[in-house]
């Protein structure tokens, strides 16, 4: 399947509703922790950020030396639940703030970032409220959505109103959008910045995109 996209479109799913432009991709291995599932969810997160990782040709570990997991899911029913949360507020500046925003945004999920001396993802905390329409989602649908939108630092909007994934129709399976992985694949290009703010790294990204087919990976590959 040939990649169809212009510049523009790249560049918009990293430029934030303020109009700056925003790339980075993670500077470590990733060392991913799983709270609030049972075990059953917790290999099929898992194996979803191990097929984003290997797409991005990004390693893995089991342990990050500064935080010890330097990826962070959350799973729970009312956003109030992070308050009791034992030291979450040392990772999450503001918390009880932005609990207040989120509540009253009645906020389905929530994604932090830190970065480091390079611009590069240090570390990123994944909340997800698990009620709604959240909660009626497959976990293998939602672990795959989730860890495209971990493994790069999109733009705040870029999936509001479409997902990154797609479902093959001849089989039924979920698998990210091709162009989606082609743009994951393309950021951890070795040729390729930690971290960009100006809008003419999306055509160095677009520039890789040429002749490319778009992989297909979805959580158990």
Known sequence: MSLDLTPEEIQALFTRSDGSYGFARWGRPIAPIVFGVQDETLKVVKGAIEAVATLAGQPMAETDPELGSNLMFFFFRNWDELLDVPDLDRLIPDLAPLVARLLAADASQYRAFRFDDTGAIQASFVFLRMQGAMA??????????????????????????????????????????????????????????PSANDASHALRLFARLQGQAGPQVGPEQ
């Open 136 to 193: 009626e989602l497959p976990a293998e649908t939602l672990a795959l959505s989730q860890a495209a939108q971990i493994i790069l630092l999109w733009a705040d909007q870029a999936f509001a109103q479409t997902s990154p994934l797609a479902i093959l129709p001849e089989t039924g399976a979920t698998i990210l959008r091709p162009e989606i992985a082609a743009i994951i694949a393309a950021g951890y290009d070795r040729m390729m910045p």
